[in-house]
Structure formats: structure tokens, C-alpha cells
């Protein structure tokens, strides 16, 4: 559908007093992301950011500073007088700022989040088709309780005849299947000649945009109601409990898409998988795994229970073994992991390297088959291919001041439990002698030693022991 002449309102300005939150409600986070972040994504899949205007009002620098990067527009409503209220606040953005008022205007809510852009242009579809003046997204969930409901001139007709607040329903129509999903379409000039209308004479004593539907009605304009195809998609989340249905709802659906995807993940209720997160078929991922961010993982790959990958991009055949974190970090093909092993940010793993069990690497970049893989600290280095890193090695990176760099060749054998005092730069193919400190670059093929020599005492022990004997004797 075409979708010029359309904008998009998103109401986000209220506190979200359920929630007994200091936190804003529309930055509460479900599958891995705020509220209002889901709503703004469907939205920009409808028509361009410029042609979004978000509603913000409590905590709005907050809010703002949060979303500003997906370069939406912002309407203050400085107090929270209700959902009306945030559509008298659009409609006097326009009014001051001269920007051309559009045709239509689609009004979504921040706190219903998993909302699909297809839904959002079904309603635009239906809205024209029926010439109407409002129309309302709906659904009939098993518990209405809590939702305004609306009701139709017919049970089979489009036709709406007005939106009554939960706290407004009579007796009779208590158990009034259809709840108003929150998700409208006005045609703009219809809404905006009714919000100077509304009163605040209701149970809350604020401004209710679900009262401008009986008002158009009266007015012989047409309001129709579209009913959403699953419930799941309009829910609200109006307490921290109904976030985490929703929340659960969101990664269930992930992890049914990976699996429709090839990928096997056992026991999927216990992974945490954000919406994003893209990985390739034949990967096996183990119960208890948390996958984040922008992570991709390539194919053939097995993640190991309680591993948690953040933002980072692993390649094909890679196994991460029990209890990685890796935050930021970027793993190449038939790359050996863990069991935890700790990547920090910038570290750049090379193809069928290993770092293995209790390895903090940061800011690294460790070349194709080099290996690692016992109790080490990698930090601020540049290191070559093939290069073995003995057990209890440390970069020492920090002066306390200042960080610097360790340059490791090709083929280079670090002894184990050595120190790397940086700046240093070991040469292709040296030999670092195990127990080491080295502070002085070391020249390629070359053998570094930094320990105290070795001194032996033959006998010395025999003759401490010895030493004792008498006193023993005398007891005797
Ligand atoms: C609203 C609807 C109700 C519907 C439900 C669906 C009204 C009067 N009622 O009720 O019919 O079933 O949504 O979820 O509209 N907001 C503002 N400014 C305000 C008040 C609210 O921007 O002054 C924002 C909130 O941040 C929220 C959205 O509007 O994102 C809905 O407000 P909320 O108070 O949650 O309305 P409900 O009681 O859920
Ligand atoms: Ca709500």
C-alpha cells in the first residue's frame, strides 16, 4: 500500500504508575530492547522517520536521549492530562510549527510493542477502503479485563458504535469481548476538529482519546474496528509481570524463526535470545545460552550451556565450550573457545585459533592458529599466526597511566608464566623462556631469558633434616 499522506503518532509520554518504576515505562526493555524501540521500528517501516512524531512528556530527556538516534521527531506534552491530551499536543505541534498537516494519521501506542508493520498497514488499508474517519485495531483476548472495549452497531459489521473505558462499563457490558488495542488511523482533519471537544468528566479525570469514536459517530462520519490477527500483538504492558509475558511471547518467537532456519537449539525456554540476533543453519546451541545484541553466528557452530555472546560476530565451525562471555568480540572460522573464556571489546580471534579455559583477552587481535589456552591475560596486543602462548602469561598493558602495546610475530613460542612489560615487540619465530619477565623488545628467531639463574645445593635439604636429628635423639 501507499502510504503517502500517512504519519505516525506514537503516545509516550505517560509515567507507566503500574509499573512502581523510576525507570520511564516506554524504556522498560522486552526481547532485548526499550519499548518505544519496538514501536519506532515498526513504524519506520511504514513511512520515513521525519514523518514520526513521539509523544514524550515524563522523564522526556530521558526518552529522548534514548531514541534520538533513529532520528524520529519529538511533541512535548510537559504534563500527562491523558491520551487525548497527547493528541492536543500534535495538534498544536502543527499549528506552531507550520509543518503541513498529513491526510492521515496512524496513532500507536509505546507500551504495545509487538506491533507488526504488516497489522499497521492493514488498518491504512482498511481505513481507505472504508472512507472512514477513525479506525481502530481490536482484539478479543481471553481476559478482557482492564482494556476499554469496543463496541459495533452489529456483531458482523465494521461499524463502531463507541469505546467504553474499562471504568465506565455498565453491568451489561462487563463481559464485552473486544478490547481497543490502543492503535488507530484518523483522517487527521476528523481527529483534530474533535480534541478540543474532549472533557475530563470520566473515572481518571483525563482527557480520553478513546471518546473522540462516539463523537464522530454523532457526528455521521464512519469509525470502523479491524481485529488484529494474533492477541499476542496488542498486548499492553502495563505491569512488569505482563513485560515478561510479552518478553517471553518476543523470544519464543526468535527461536521458532532460528529453528525454521536450520539451527537446533535444545531446551528453547531457557535461552535468551534478542530479536536481532541472526544465526546460521547447523549450529547447535545448548540449554542456557544468552545471545544479545547484534550477535551473528555462522554455521556449524556449537555454543555450550551458559555462554553469553553480546554483540559479537563468530564464524562457521566455531565451538564455544561451556560458560564464554564475549562481549563486542569478532571469532573466526573453526575458532576454539572456553570453557569460559572471557573476550572482551575489540578482541579479534583469528581462523582456528583457540583461547581457552580462564583467558581474558581485550582489544587483540590474535592471528590464524595461534592458541592460548590456560589462565591469560591478552590485552592491547597485535599478535601473529601461529603463535603459542603458554599457561599464566600476561600482557602488561597499563602503566597506570597509560595503556600500550605488545606486538607478538608469526611463530612465536611464549613460555609459560611469562610477563610482556608493553611497549614490546617480540620478533617471527623468538622463543620467550618460560617464567620470563621481558621488558625489552626481543629480535626475530631470537631466545629471551628474564629470570634469575637457577642455583642448586646438592644435599642442603638431607643436611636440614639432618640438623634436627639430635634433638630427637635426646628425647630418646
Ligand atoms: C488505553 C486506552 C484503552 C486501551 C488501552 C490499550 C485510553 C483512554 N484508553 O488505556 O482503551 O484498551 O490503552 O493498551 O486511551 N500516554 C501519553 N500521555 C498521557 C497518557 C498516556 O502519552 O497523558 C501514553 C502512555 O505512555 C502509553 C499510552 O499513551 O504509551 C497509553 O496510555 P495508558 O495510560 O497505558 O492507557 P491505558 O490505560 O492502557
Ligand atoms: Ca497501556
Redesign the pocket.
Known amino acids: 500500500m501507499n502510504t503517502a499522506g500517512f504519519a505516525i503518532a506514537i503516545m509516550a509520554a505517560?509515567k507507566g504508575t503500574r509499573l512502581k518504576s523510576k525507570r520511564p515505562k516506554v524504556l522498560h526493555e522486552v526481547g532485548g530492547r526499550a519499548l518505544l524501540l519496538h514501536v519506532i521500528a515498526a513504524a519506520k517501516t511504514i513511512v520515513p522517520a521525519s514523518q514520526i512524531y513521539c509523544i514524550i512528556g515524563h522523564e522526556s530527556d530521558r526518552v529522548r536521549d534514548a531514541v534520538a538516534h533513529t532520528g524520529v521527531k519529538f511533541v512535548l506534552q510537559a504534563e500527562q492530562r491523558g491520551t487525548g491530551h497527547a493528541l492536543q499536543m500534535v495538534k498544536a505541534h502543527f499549528t506552531l510549527s507550520g509543518e503541513p498537516i498529513p491526510e492521515n494519521l496512524v496513532v500507536l501506542?509505546g507500551?504495545?510493542p509487538l506491533i507488526r508493520p504488516e497489522t499497521i498497514r492493514a488498518i491504512c488499508t482498511l481505513h481507505r477502503e472504508e472512507k472512514a474517519a477513525m479506525t481502530i485495531l481490536t482484539a478479543v483476548p481471553t481476559n478482557p479485563t482492564g482494556y476499554g472495549r469496543v463496541l459495533r452497531t452489529n456483531a458482523d459489521a465494521p461499524d463502531v458504535t463507541t469505546i467504553v473505558e474499562q471504568k465506565s462499563l455498565l453491568p451489561h457490558q462487563l463481559d464485552a469481548p473486544e478490547i481497543n488495542s490502543?492503535i488507530y488511523c484518523f483522517r487527521t482533519a476528523a481527529l483534530f476538529s474533535k480534541l478540543d471537544l474532549l472533557s475530563t468528566n470520566n473515572a481518571h479525570g483525563e482527557f480520553y482519546l478513546t471518546d473522540v469514536a462516539a463523537m464522530l459517530v454523532e457526528d455521521s462520519q464512519r469509525v470502523v474496528a479491524i481485529q488484529a490477527e494474533s492477541v499476542d500483538e496488542v498486548l499492553?504492558?502495563?505491569t512488569i509481570a505482563e513485560m515478561m509475558h510479552l518478553d517471553a511471547a518476543l523470544r519464543a518467537a526468535t527461536t521458532r524463526r532460528l529453528m525454521s532456519e536450520g539451527v537446533t537449539i535444545f531446551r528453547p525456554e531457557t535461552c535468551v535470545i534478542d530479536a536481532e540476533v541472526q544465526v546460521g543453519p547447523d549450529t547447535i546451541i545448548e540449554p542456557f545460552v544468552q545471545l544479545l545484541g547484534a550477535t551473528r553466528i555462522g554455521s556449524d557452530c556449537r555454543v555450550r550451556s551458559y555462554s553469553v555472546v553480546q554483540d559479537s560476530h563468530i564464524g562457521d565451525r566455531v565451538l564455544l565450550r561451556n560458560g564464554c562471555i564475549l562481549d563486542r568480540a569478532i571469532v573466526g572460522d573453526d575458532a576454539l573457545l572456553g570453557p569460559y573464556a572471557h573476550l572482551r571489546p575489540e578482541s579479534h580471534i583469528g581462523p582456528a585459533a583457540h583461547i581457552g579455559n580462564f583467558c581474558e583477552t581485550k582489544n587483540v587481535t590474535l592471528g590464524a592458529g595461534s592458541k592460548a589456552n590456560h589462565l591469560t591475560y591478552l590485552g592491547d596486543a597485535v599478535i601473529g599466526a601461529g603463535v603459542n602462548v603458554g599457561a599464566g602469561v600476561i600482557t602488561c598493558n597499563y602503566d597506570g597511566t597509560h595503556k600500550h602495546t605488545t606486538t607478538i610475530g608469526d611463530g612465536v613460542f611464549v613460555g609459560s608464566d611469562s610477563t610482556l612489560v608493553a611497549p614490546l615487540t617480540v620478533g617471527n619465530g623468538a622463543y620467550i623462556a618460560a617464567g620470563s619477565c621481558i621488558t625489552d623488545d626481543v629480535e626475530p628467531e631470537a631466545l629471551a631469558l628474564g629470570r634469575a639463574r637457577q642455583v642448586v645445593k646438592p644435599g642442603w635439604a638431607a643436611a636440614k633434616r639432618a640438623d634436627r636429628t639430635p634433638v630427637k635423639a635426646n628425647r630418646d
Do not use: L
Request: without cysteine; aromatic residues 0%.
Open positions: 505517560g501506542s507500551d504495545v490502543g499492553g504492558a502495563n
